[in-house]
């Protein structure tokens, strides 16, 4: 909570500081990775530094949480800091790297607000700074010792035991530790990062989800190549495709991640576009091993059939379930598919039962569409869960 002079002063300074926060994460990435370059090479992924997603995630982020705190005094945005401190604790990061934070933050608000910053200001913003920093240091503490280990520690080597071209651009590689150990056990929906090393010797890293059931013989990452050449955006998907094979080594982190399935009977709704029907079909497997007997509704939209990863599963694993629907959505259909599943999913036509728990995978404009429709039908807004792949952008698209 805020002390009551903090929050006079950020409540004032909240617009000024709200219509700069996108200049202000843009100096204070530029000030941390000149100060420190091994960060943007060995940590940040280049691709959301090129395309400037990341900086609309921490400028979303910061502007949220203040404005949360001047609004609702009394409560924290736990949803929000429970995302970030998940993504966090799979990349390895440490308390001491919030002071590195701290230190360029406010150097970068300083440089763009000028003399505004006084030092009842700073004071103010040092408060709101410090209490997102230290709820994200203790929940990254709590999933760190549940999974035995100090903070940071989270890599182990993983060898590719299987590759499994999924379509053109998509590939699932099967994987176990590299030590003969067990593989550790993680909750239907979770990811792991992944870090390899490129040949201009940068370990850049991605989170993929894990796209089989906790319990699976084989935990396996399924992973749709990035089109973007040698620039940034897709330089570890095609690594992956272009360079890994069955016998080689990868850097895995444990597992985490804040989308998964809940505990319960309560129908289920699993919706997805593109390459986010990877989460889901976690979901969907762990559904149908553990017989869900609720109702279950799958949906998922893609570009066309044969662009559609792991289709023969995505329906397999819906026919095992005693009272479980698909429908897919395609733009480029084939010969004989319904017309009014061709195009953007449109959900007017299903069945959503009372009570349903949806969850959400895919673009950003996908999943807030589906929302809408879901809230339209009375889903409860409290019931409608979603992961991005990527910079959570939902909070700064506004």
């Known amino acids: ?12 300074t909240l617009p000024a500081v709200g219509a700069a926060v996108g200049e202000i994460a843009e100096r204070f990435y530029q000030r941390l990775f000149d100060a420190h370059p091994s960060l943007l090479r060995d940590l940040f992924n280049r691709g959301n530094q090129a395309t400037g997603t990341q900086r609309q995630a921490l400028a979303g982020s910061i502007a949220a949480f203040a404005t949360h705190l001047v609004n609702h005094p009394d409560e924290r945005p736990d949803a929000m800091l429970n995302r970030i401190a998940h993504k966090h604790a799979s990349l390895g990061i440490t308390p001491e790297q919030y002071r590195t934070v701290r230190t360029h933050l406010f150097a970068a608000i300083a440089e763009v607000l000028g003399d505004a910053v006084t030092a009842e200001v700073e004071a103010a913003w040092d408060e709101v700074y410090w209490l997102m920093a230290n709820a994200l240091i203790a929940t990254e503490a709590r999933l760190y010792a549940e999974r035995g280990v100090l903070a940071g520690d989270v890599w182990r080597s993983w060898e590719v035991v299987g590759r499994v071209e999924e379509t053109a651009d998509v590939a699932t590689f099967q994987l176990r530790p590299a030590d003969g150990g067990k593989a550790p056990d993680f909750r239907p929906g979770q990811y792991v990062s992944v870090q390899v090393e490129l040949p201009d010797g940068a370990r ?25 050449g040698d620039t940034p955006d897709g330089e570890v998907s095609g690594h992956l495709h272009a360079r890994v094979r069955e016998g080689d080594l990868l850097s895995v982190s444990l597992p985490y991640g804040d989308l998964v399935l809940a505990d319960g009977d309560a129908p289920v709704l699993l919706a997805s576009a593109g390459i986010g029907v990877t989460p889901m079909l976690s979901m969907l497997e762990h559904l149908a091993a553990t017989g869900h007997r609720a109702p279950v509704t799958v949906v998922h939209a893609d570009r066309s059939p044969e662009d559609h990863a792991l289709r023969t599963d995505h329906e397999h694993l819906t026919g095992k379930l005693a009272s479980a629907t698909a ?5 480029h259909p084939e010969p004989g598919h319904r017309a009014d599943r061709t195009g953007l999913m449109d959900l007017s036509s299903v069945e959503i039962p009372p009570g349903t728990r949806a969850y959400l995978c895919g673009p950003l404009p996908f999943m807030r569409a589906v929302r809408t429709q879901l809230l339209a039908q009375g889903v409860a807004p409290a019931d409608i869960h979603y992961e991005v792949f990527g910079p959570d952008l939902w909070l700064a698209a506004g």
């Open 1 to 12: 909570m805020l002390s009551e002079t903090a929050t006079v002063t950020v409540r004032a």
């Open 204 to 228: 850049q890293i991605r989170q993929y989800s894990l796209s089989r059931a906790p319990g699976a013989q084989l935990p396996s990452i399924t992973v749709k190549r990035v089109h973007g």
């Open 327 to 331: 429908h897919f959505w395609y733009e």
